[in-house]
């Protein structure tokens, strides 16, 4: 029984409980513990009496504490290393993230471009196709041929 197992590591980690017989271990969950200014040291409250669940471990059971304590597992975090890891890939998402906004910025202003020369008549000039005064061609009446 897990809820077990769980009641008896706790009595074996107190220092007043691993002594007494028939502790009662109270499990809450975090948000419904309540901590008020008057309060002392250890001492806390709940805001909801219904979510408070309680169990009564009569003994310790050396066989239960000894099969835990065989499985405990000690890992000292390299916090250091794990928040340069972090800062690391934060700035290389930061950078893809940048990279693509840069992309999209030149499309955007390619596009811009494309639009704005579709628009524009300086296609439209062509200093060979011009005549001068001089050199347009007349029609049988002596006046300019525009057609």
């Keep these: ?19 007494m017989d028939n502790v009662s271990v109270v ?26 669940f309680k169990a009564k471990i009569e003994t310790r059971k050396n066989e239960i504490v000894n099969r835990l304590e065989k499985t405990k597992r000690w890992e000292e975090p390299d916090l250091q290393g794990d928040l340069m890891q972090r800062q690391k890939e934060d700035k290389a998402e930061r950078a893809k993230a940048a990279l693509e906004e840069k992309q999209a910025r030149e499309k955007q202003e390619a596009e811009w471009k494309a639009e704005k020369d579709a628009r524009s008549y300086d ?24 057609m």
């Excluded at 029984?1 to 002594?19: M, P, R, T």
């Excluded at 499990?27 to 805001?47: C, E, I, R, W, Y």
């Design 123 to 146: 296609k439209l000039y062509d200093e060979t196709k011009m005549t001068k005064a001089g050199e347009m061609d007349l029609d049988s009446d002596g006046e300019p041929d525009f």
């Design 1 to 19: 029984n897990v809820v077990e197992e769980c009641c008896q590591l706790v009595k074996a980690n107190s220092i007043k409980g691993n002594k």
């Design 27 to 52: 499990f809450t969950p975090a948000s419904n513990l309540k901590k008020t200014q008057g309060m002392d040291t250890g001492q806390v409250g709940f805001h909801n009496q219904k979510l408070v």
